[in-house]
T-cell receptor, first 115, second 111 residues
């Protein structure tokens, strides 16, 4: 399977600042990556689908200006939480669509705490 | 819309078998998955099954699919303490499509 690296693993920031989270596909070129959000003891909710070289497709209810996604290369997608507020505190997980398109490989996740 | 349901908790003794159940509503699901999540970590794909299959076995893991009842189960034989984690059931309608996850079942294995 694919090896997916997510960085940072944990970030604490002040309210109003922006935070960038990186998702890297280490061993193959990924055309499609996904960004999920997970609240404590809850399931994963898809935020957006990130396609290399084009604009991300956001799920209903996800603010595209709040959660900026950039997929500028086949190995890197970034999620920037702009003007973060305490309610944005969550666990953010990225995944990479494998060569077998029905399989997604997940990063280890980023815990964001906004004070 | 699509919905995936799981029971929230399961507790078993080491060495016993664990059975984690999942129901889904989308009759056009094509792939169904089981993922494992350890505390503070991402998701590890355990196994998946195509909708035209009834069963899939991989070492200690057995997946059963009842498409008529829209019921999926994961059986872990000889459960070990290292199997303690949250197990997520997920489905997708098509290749490359988004995954719909259940709430996760927390498996606790007692020595």
């Amino acid at each position: 399977g694919a090896v997916v690296s997510q960085h940072p693993s944990w970030v604490i920031c002040k309210s109003g600042t922006s935070v960038k989270i990186e998702c890297r596909s280490l061993d193959f070129q990924a055309t499609t990556m996904f960004w999920y959000r997970q609240f404590p003891k809850q399931s994963l909710m898809l935020m957006a689908t990130s396609n290399e070289g084009s604009k991300a497709t956001y799920e209903q209810g996800v603010e595209k200006d709040k959660f900026l996604i950039n997929h500028a290369s086949l190995t890197l997608s970034t999620l920037t939480v702009t003007s973060a507020h305490p309610e944005d505190s969550s666990f953010y997980i990225c995944s990479v669509q494998g060569l077998a398109k029905n399989i997604q490989y997940f990063g280890a996740g980023t815990r964001l705490s906004v004070l | 819309g699509e919905d995936v349901e799981q029971s929230l908790f399961l507790s078993v003794r080491e060495g016993d078998s664990s059975v984690i159940n999942c129901t889904y509503t989308d009759s056009s699901s094509t792939y169904l998955y089981w993922y494992k999540q350890e505390p503070g970590a991402g998701l590890q794909l355990l196994t998946y099954i195509f909708s035209n299959m009834d069963m899939k076995q991989d070492q200690r893991l057995t997946v059963l699919l009842n498409k008529k009842d829209k019921h999926l189960s994961l059986r872990i034989a000889d459960t070990q303490t290292g199997d303690s984690a949250i197990y997520f059931c997920a489905e997708t309608q098509n290749q490359g499509g988004k995954l719909i996850f259940g709430q996760g079942t927390e498996l606790s294995v007692k020595p």
